[in-house]
């Protein structure tokens, strides 16, 4: 009986030697930073000796013109190469789903592909096309559309181009998940009833793929809000994100504070953001999005 | 039947909208490889076919040094975070384990920039010195945040009632994690593994921030080469990893899985 409970103990010590790495790492490499990326934005000065005396300083700070600036355009950014990846992925997904038979899951591999494959190399191949002497210019010099090769790369539509091309798949997976189970009967039935295709894609498709368009919307919308590399590299030294700025407490200005405090307070505007476009959508459409959660 | 009226947006909008999407897609990868061919420094006009940028990919003891450091780190970070996964797994037959596989959601939807900012400033105060370490702590923590809702998604998947029914017939709850579960979770695992891999792989960001400047990663490397400019060793090095990773994804997509995190 005896050998018996310590055989049964013995188990749940290898169960839970087993199972708790995988909290302990997630706690000890995520949640304690994140605590302490809060705890250094809020105290003067910090160094292994302690943490000074507590301060709204950094907070404060936030308030200035620079930091506003850089939040309103990382919204506009990521707003913008959000609407352009939904605009692009309705009618490639709903085109795959509705007119392509066998050739639908090589297409769909296609789709995939770009998402496995390094998006630096994504960057590189715009990189190439953008430059002064790439691809772009030499087909406009072509047509006789400009006689003067013009900067493409290092502005502001490179940055959207880049974001737009790396960001897509994003969208589409999520999209093609929902569009996929959709009944054809219904379609068909909608337009025997007298529907246009626009009055059917409004009241039937949308409302049926609003789910996958909603985890799409977020997917893209946060990384390209906080997104770094693609204007480090395509957008020069003119156009500043969220992304950058952060990068520039933390690695440049070595300012961890003001970083931790930047950082936490454009954390809660895409939180924010997120939850607004949560809102609209819920009270837009009631229903439509019934028991669906974040 | 769909109206007349949408009869030219059937026929010809919606085809040439897919085909505007797979172009942007692709033409820039198209170019890309194609100039990897290319005999001239500046990869801007065609010249004639070589394969001396590969060679020269070969002798650059700086790129295979990157390569040999990014495979280090993906593979131990697979390693970590598979067995840790599978180890939560087998805790959940003892316990109830949700609040740990909801913890791991937040880490796949914060920006991954906020995972490195913590981590980084945390390492710094306490000294730690950046390198590999931090590299594979780094990765480890994103590819967590996969392999958990991957693997819980099948677990979820599985009929009860074999388990029980193995644990009722006196089998161990060891014994029916190794006969019974894993057997049933294998091609989740080998998916799970893969993601997780080319994740670890192609990360720049975690990279960035953790490796202190001392390891040098295949992406941080490209990064690097892409601020000096436009190069056909990197156009060479590109084509490698496109193809090496176009294999990947075919072995993924033999295996099928169905998951809900893609």
Redesign the interface.
């Known amino acids: 009986m005896i050998e018996q409970e310590a055989k049964f103990c013995l ?2 010590v ?3 030697v ?6 302990i ?3 000890v ?6 605590f ?2 809060f705890i ?1 934005s809020i105290t003067k000065s ?3 000796l302690g943490f000074g005396s507590i301060t709204m300083a950094n907070y404060w700070a936030m308030l200035a013109w620079a930091p506003v600036k850089i939040i309103s355009a990382s919204l506009l950014m990521a707003v913008m190469t959000t609407s352009i990846c939904v605009v ?2 309705y ?2 997904v ?3 789903c509705r ?1 392509v038979g066998r050739l639908r ?1 090589f ?1 769909m ?21 953008l ?1 002064k ?3 772009v210019n ?1 087909l406009l010099i072509k047509l006789g559309l400009i006689s003067q090769p013009v900067s493409l790369l290092y502005s502001y539509l490179a940055i959207v181009i880049v974001m737009v ?1 790396s960001y ?1 798949p994003f969208m589409i ?1 999520p999209l093609y998940s929902v569009m996929e189970k959709i009944d054809k009967q219904l379609l068909e039935a909608s ?1 025997d009833l007298g529907a ?3 009055q ?1 894609f409004f009241r039937v498709i949308f409302p049926l793929t609003l789910s996958g368009l909603m985890t799409g919307v ?1 997917l893209v919308f ?2 390209s ?2 997104e ?2 693609i204007p480090e ?1 395509v957008g020069g030294d003119k156009f500043f994100f969220v ?1 950058n700025l ?2 520039h407490y ?2 440049v200005a070595r300012n ?1 504070s003001a ?2 405090a930047f ?1 936490i307070v454009s ?1 809660l505007v ?1 939180l924010g953001a997120i939850s607004g476009i949560y809102a609209f959508v819920r009270s837009a459409m009631p229903g439509a999005m019934r028991g669906k959660k ?1 | ?3 007349d ?2 009869g030219g ?2 026929r010809f ?3 040439l ?2 085909l ?3 172009a ?6 198209a ?2 490889i194609v ?1 990897s061919f290319n005999d001239a420094v ?3 006009h065609w010249n004639s076919f070589t394969l001396k940028w590969y060679k020269q990919l070969l002798h650059s003891p700086e790129i295979i040094q990157a390569w040999i450091n990014s495979l280090i780190i993906a593979a131990s970070s697979v390693s970590l975070s598979i067995l ?5 797994i ?6 109830p ?1 949700r609040a ?1 596989v909801r ?2 959601y ?2 796949l ?7 490195a ?6 390492l ?4 730690v010195p950046l390198g590999f370490g931090s590299l594979i ?2 990765h ?2 994103i590819s ?1 945040g996969f392999v ?1 809702p991957i693997l819980f998604d099948r677990f979820s998947e599985l009929n009860p009632n074999i388990i029980e029914a193995s644990l009722d017939l006196g089998a ?3 014994q029916t994690f190794r006969r019974i579960l894993l057997p049933q979770m294998t091609p989740t695992i080998f998916a799970a593994a893969l993601l997780v891999f ?1 994740l670890s ?2 990360d ?2 975690i990279s960035f ?1 953790c490796t202190g400047g001392s390891v040098q990663t ?2 941080l490397y ?2 690097a080469m ?2 000096s400019g ?1 190069s056909p060793v ?2 060479a090095l ?1 084509t490698v ?2 193809v090496a ?2 294999l ?3 072995a ?2 033999l295996v099928r899985v169905k998951s809900r995190v ?1």
């Not at chain 2, 840790?84 to 939560?88: A, D, F, R, V, Y």
């Open positions: 188990r749940h290898k169960a839970f087993l199972g708790v790495p995988a909290f790492w997630q706690f490499f995520f949640y304690v930073p994140l302490f990326l250094i910090w160094n292994i692009l992925a009618p490639v709903y085109f795959l007119y899951s297409m591999f296609l789709l995939i592909l770009p998402f496995w494959t390094n998006f630096l190399l994504h960057v590189y191949a715009w990189f190439m096309m430059e002497h790439g691809l030499n091309h897509l997976f337009a246009t295709f626009w059917t977020v946060v990384t809000f906080a770094f590399v590299l992304g952060i990068t933390f690695l961890a970083g931790a950082t954390s895409v974040l | 039947m769909i109206t009226s949408s947006l059937r909008l919606l085809p909208m897919t505007f999407v797979y942007f897609l692709y033409i820039p990868i170019i890309l100039f500046f990869p801007v840790m996964g599978l180890g939560l087998y805790m959940s037959l003892f316990v384990v740990v913890m791991s937040l880490i939807v914060a920006p991954e920039i906020v995972l900012v913590g981590l980084l400033s945390v710094s105060y306490l000294s702590v780094g480890t923590l967590l958990i161990t709850r060891w080319t792989f192609d720049f960001l921030f295949i992406s490209i990064f892409i601020r436009v990197l156009n590109s990893i496109i990773s176009s990947l994804v075919f993924f997509c893609f």
